[in-house]
């Protein structure tokens, strides 16, 4: 989603808070539930769930291990959800041209550095530069280079774009910004 008008360029940045992450964190959760239960009902020798019989289970070393991913599981589980709680890697950038300004913001995890907000000149922009990884995992990433800084990612590097929306995604953002396009 975005925004924009002749000197000002708003790209908001989706975070955790997406279909699949919820769909995962739930599946999770459920399935590190019932391993831990399973585990649980061999060593008390009770049925927790029907499915299994606890006689079926031993409590060492088969009740063990499913207590151990379990256990292990709920704290993924926790963890995927505390970041769809938090947004992580939220926020937005802002391109100005009337002020001359780039503005980056993006939530991170809760501590001294929850808000991450860089700001930089835009002559201080030296190029947009695409990257592209074809193959079982391919990559597709927008970066902006700053002279001095480096290069800083503009989209999440999970979005799935195709080569061709990511190259006129750069194409109308270099236009707006003035600067060349760089392929890697």
Known sequence: MSWRSES???????????????????ILFLGSLG??????????GRNLISLFPSQQIIFFPQGIVMSFYGIAGLFISCYLWC??????????????RKEGIVRIFRWGFPGKSRRIFLRFLMKDIQSIR?????????RRILYIEI???????????????TTREIEQKAAELAYFLRVPIEVF
């Open 83 to 96: 970041t769809i709680l938090w947004n992580v890697g939220s926020g937005y950038d802002l391109f100005d």
């Open 130 to 138: 695409i990257e592209v990884q074809e193959g079982i995992y391919a």
């Open 8 to 26: 000002i360029w708003i790209e908001f940045i989706t975070g955790s808070r997406k279909t699949s992450n919820l769909c995962w964190a739930f």
């Open 35 to 44: 391993f831990l239960l399973v585990g649980t009902s061999s060593y008390l």
């Open 147 to 161: 002279r001095g800084q480096g290069a800083i990612p503009l989209i999440r590097t999970d979005e799935n774009l």
